[in-house]
């Protein structure tokens, strides 16, 4: 109590400032002057206690508020009020007053103590001050901008209100068009379907013809194999009658062994024509066939020869290389055209699986190109349709391009449609002065990433070596403060962070005379900040909110 009375001397704890005359103890605000009457008890502000008068700023914490204390450091709570007269008023922590370091640019938290504060407050009220004015500037010219972007936008909006009634009208006639064509087309080819009949039952028995006819050629290969075979001429094949036969040699040792044998007899020791015909020459003829270089790569209208392939494949398991062609046992069904086209021996010996990807490409596709033609009767030549039938395939052909004309129409209209409503429903600020921003992207470079944004739709990082662009995140909503939502705009489910979250960046928007990002940055791991500068968010009044601050 003593120590108390010592300090309530009526001095200490009153002052008085430049910019008023009222007294008020130390370290209160303007605002709060009138809670403090010197001649009345003093309540703390939480209502918790009455104490005299004296109490107040007498270095003894009374209020658990603090309240009882605004001009020392006593209270852990309490706030110290620096007037800054010539600058801005501040409220710092009470901890701060006199422990030696100048925080209030008037030194007034610093009374008693001994740094040696000087009073800055003129010249750092004239540097905000001048700042406070370019910014005003920059507000002024910048809403002024924001007013003609938000015209931009009502009028982009009105251009897209007025596009999507034009489009929803193209869309009814784009349906309509294409039901018609739809039904032409369906006409048209009926009348192709019936006059085609008659040629698919004349190629479906063609194909019959031919393919007994290729059964019988077959059988009369087989059975003069057969008979060559049959050294004996007893009707039957024996293993020891193909064991005197080189070609089967396969691994080339100068004998036909038991195993290479086995291969087309099985477990029996004889084969008689009817065996042969059905395992036995199947078996042996992609062999006979290669040695003898009539081997050749399938096509589309000889499966006989893919069979052979696949045969050769499994019965020479990649090693057909290695296989002889014996000159003495060259197959009978050795054709002179085959001879004219090998180049000797090394080629007859070719593996056939490389002779089939020797085929290039556009070889493969010119050959099945021009059996196409033939398929579909366009051929010069020999034109497969009479007039009338090739006149409505050519009808039908016609209708149905024009009713897929019709239908992706039909989809690129309701693709824009589509897009346009999508575009209408975000939201463009209160004015619509977000709007010309949409469709724009800007770019940022830092020490390490390029990054982009591109407003309402995405953001992405690029590295400065090179490689691809990450997404930071696709335009989701704004997320300033309640009270004013425009001030940011967030972008999330971008790229998913290794061992981390979907990357996602806040969109911070700053007053400024053109659109850039000022700044980006990564405050936690994959969560990235920008500063973006725009004359869209520029509003003359929060310059006056500024200039109605307390001093
Ligand atoms: C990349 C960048 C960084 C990010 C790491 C996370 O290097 O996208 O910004 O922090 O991945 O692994």
Redesign the pocket.
């Known amino acids: 109590m003593i120590f108390r009375l010592s300090l309530s001397v009526f001095a200490l704890f009153f002052q008085y400032t430049g910019t008023s005359e009222i007294l008020r103890p130390r370290g209160v605000a303007l605002s709060k002057a009138s809670l403090y009457v010197p001649d009345k008890d003093f309540t703390c502000f939480d209502g918790s206690l009455t104490i005299p008068f004296a109490y107040v700023n007498d270095d003894y914490c009374d209020c658990e508020d603090g309240s009882d204390e605004p001009g020392t450091p006593a209270c852990p709570n309490g706030t110290f009020h620096c007037t800054n007269a010539g600058h801005k008023p501040q409220n710092i922590p009470s901890s701060r007053v006199n422990d030696g370091i100048c925080d209030c640019c008037d030194t007034s938290d610093e009374y008693e103590s001994h740094a040696n504060c000087v009073n800055n407050c003129n010249d750092l009220g004239k540097a905000a001050r001048m700042e406070a004015q370019k910014l005003a500037e920059v507000a002024k010219i910048g809403s002024e901008m924001r007013a003609a972007l938000s015209r931009k936008g009502k009028q982009l909006r009105q251009e897209k209100q007025e596009r999507l009634v034009q489009l929803e009208k193209d869309k009814e006639e784009a349906e309509s068009l294409k039901k018609e064509k739809e039904a032409l087309k369906l006409a048209a080819e009926e009348l192709e379907n019936k006059a085609l009949e008659k040629y698919r039952q004349q190629e479906e028995e063609e194909k019959k013809v031919k393919q007994e006819e290729e059964q019988k050629a077959r059988e009369q290969e087989a059975f003069e194999h057969f008979h060559r075979l049959d050294a004996n001429q007893d009707g039957k094949l024996q293993k020891s009658e193909i064991q005197t036969q080189q070609t089967f040699d396969q691994n080339k040792d100068g004998v036909v062994s038991d195993d290479e044998v086995t291969l087309f007899f099985d477990t029996q020791q004889e084969m008689d024509w009817d065996e042969f015909l059905a395992t036995g020459w199947p078996r042996m003829r992609p062999l006979l066939l290669m040695n003898s270089g009539m081997f050749k790569p399938p096509t589309a209208e000889s499966p006989d020869s893919s069979d052979t392939h696949e045969e050769i494949e499994t019965l020479s398991q990649g090693s057909a290389e290695e296989l002889p062609l014996d000159a003495n046992e060259e197959d009978e069904t050795r054709n002179t055209d085959d001879e004219e086209d090998d180049d000797g021996d090394d080629e007859a010996n070719k593996n056939p699986e490389h002779e089939l990807y020797e085929h290039d490409g556009d070889a493969i596709d010119e050959d099945s190109a021009a059996l196409d033609e033939e398929h579909e009767g366009k051929s010069e030549d020999s034109p497969k349709y009479d007039e009338d039938t090739q006149r409505l395939v050519d009808e039908a052909t016609r209708a149905r391009s024009e009713f897929e004309e019709a239908d992706r129409n039909l989809r690129d209209v309701q693709r824009e449609i589509k897009q346009l409503q999508e575009s209408m429903e975000k939201d463009y600020g209160e004015e619509d002065e977000f709007a010309p921003l949409d469709g724009e992207c800007f770019e940022f470079t830092d020490s390490e990433?390029v990054y982009k944004l591109c407003p309402f739709d995405h953001a992405t990082?690029r590295s400065k070596s090179g490689g691809s662009e990450?997404r930071l995140g696709q335009w989701n909503q704004w997320s300033g403060p309640e009270e004013n939502k425009y001030k940011s705009m967030l972008y999330d489910r971008g790229q998913s962070?290794?061992n981390?979250p979907q990357?996602s960046a806040l969109v911070k928007l700053i007053c400024g005379t053109e659109n850039s990002i000022r700044s980006v940055s990564?405050p936690n791991?994959?969560e990235y900040v920008f500063e973006f500068v725009t004359p869209s968010i520029c509003q003359l009044s929060e310059h006056h909110a500024h200039a109605h601050e307390e001093l």
Do not use: I, K, V
Request: net charge positive.
């Open positions: 990433y990082q990450t962070c290794w981390g990357r990564e791991r994959c």
